[in-house]
């Protein structure tokens, strides 16, 4: 599914279940060593799809920390993003070189608990959900989670979810408006609904 969002120069490699061996490095292993059981296998699955990702980009696996804010660390050059949800893990990588970010975000087609629009959103991207279509509220959430991952890589710092403006077209993209100064002024991205998911993808080229 992830591949219909994204550009050829970015590879990727996404699974449905946890059914690949939890093959971790010994410093991916002491991450989460005191993880429950669920967390471990979302953590192995999600790495599993970044190195086959990686793989198919020629480049040499290694261990993906946990690094800056929590976003994982990838090989010199590398530019990624790893994302999972209930029935759902996929990364994409590429090189710097084409795209200075990627932000990828998966979420279960179902709307939003009570109380958690009005703090995700800006009155006026809550006047483009009433219409017919996937939980809209779910997918504003989920770009703004793939925005998010495209922004911390460039800007180091925390973007909340009322600094950007988002604005969900029927097909099947999305444009962000930065309300904050930073590195870039607003982004571009496409979503997809399918299977019972909602998947959002953010790429920026490595000119912006």
Do not use: N
Not at 5 to 23: G, I, Q, S, T, Y
Not at 29 to 41: D, L, S, W
Not at 76 to 93: D, K, P
Not at 171 to 180: G, W
Request: glycine fraction near 8%; aromatic fraction near 8%.
């Amino acid at each position: 599914m992830i591949g219909d969002l994204l550009p050829p120069e970015v590879a990727w490699a996404e699974r449905f279940a946890d059914d690949v061996p939890e093959a971790l490095y010994p410093s991916e292993q002491q991450v989460i060593a005191e993880a429950v059981p669920k967390r471990r296998r979302e953590f192995a699955t999600g790495r599993w799809c970044a190195r086959r990702a990686l793989h198919r980009l020629g480049v040499p696996l290694a261990a993906i920390l946990p690094g800056d804010g929590g976003a994982p660390t990838w090989p010199s050059g590398i530019a990624g993003a790893i994302t999972h949800c209930a029935g759902y893990r996929a990364a994409a990588v590429t090189h710097l070189s084409a795209y200075a970010s990627i932000g990828l975000d998966a979420e279960p087609d179902e709307p939003l608990p009570a109380g958690v629009l009005d703090a995700i959103s800006l009155p006026e991207e809550r006047d483009q959900l009433s219409r017919p279509g996937p939980a809209w509220d779910r997918l504003l959430f989920s770009a703004k989670e793939s925005i998010y991952k495209a922004w911390y890589p460039l800007a180091h710092r925390w973007l909340d979810f009322t600094e950007a403006r988002v604005e969900l077209r029927d097909d099947r993209t999305f444009s962000a408006k930065l309300l904050v100064e930073g590195p870039v002024s607003g982004f571009e991205g496409t979503w997809l609904a399918g299977t019972g998911l909602l998947l959002t993808a953010v790429t920026v080229p490595a000119r912006s």
